[in-house]
């Protein structure tokens, strides 16, 4: 019973495959002056990509909007979007979880403290400037184009 429950499994398993990746054994790529990152996954299946996110004190991410919905995990550190509470937005700290709904507007993200985040979007951030005009476009092609040439800027 248990060969045949084996041999039912590795059949199955053979038409699928799981991802691993030895994140602590891949080297961080620069995003923006000050934020690295290490791709987990990207798919054309759904348009997501998953990343891990390393954070210097008073880096920041620039304005953007999300053309899917975004999930992050704050691992450590801490991180203030639109503002951070003070200022009418949000200030998440380590453990602190966040779901980013598809539309929404992100004005300058900061880092007041060294951070490193958990984070995957389903689709495309749309880079914007004060008028909302377009000044680039991140998706799962771009990200994944980025960390297999070994980074730059990619947005």
């Given amino acids: 019973m248990t060969s045949d429950k084996t041999q039912r499994d590795a059949i199955n398993n053979q038409r699928f495959k799981d991802t691993y990746v030895h994140a602590s054994q891949e080297p961080w790529l620069q995003w923006y002056p000050g934020i690295d990152f290490k791709l987990l996954r990207a798919t054309q299946e759904t348009g997501h990509w998953t990343i891990l996110v390393n954070c210097s004190k008073g880096s920041s991410i620039p304005r953007h ?8 995990y704050v691992i ?6 639109r503002g951070g509470v003070e200022n009418g937005g949000i200030t998440a700290i380590a453990g602190d979880y966040g779901y980013e709904p598809n539309g929404v507007i992100h004005d300058m993200t900061n880092f007041p403290e060294d951070t490193v985040i958990y984070f995957t979007n389903f689709g495309p951030i749309r880079y914007i400037d004060d008028d909302n005009n377009t000044v680039g476009l991140l998706d799962w092609q771009g ?13």
């Avoid at 909007?65 to 992050?72: C, V």
């Avoid at 450590?76 to 979007?81: I, L």
């Fill in 65 to 72: 909007e999300h053309l899917g919905a975004g999930e992050y």
């Fill in 143 to 155: 990200i994944l184009k980025a960390a297999e040439e070994g980074a730059a800027k990619i947005t």
């Fill in 76 to 81: 450590s550190g801490k991180m203030e979007v």
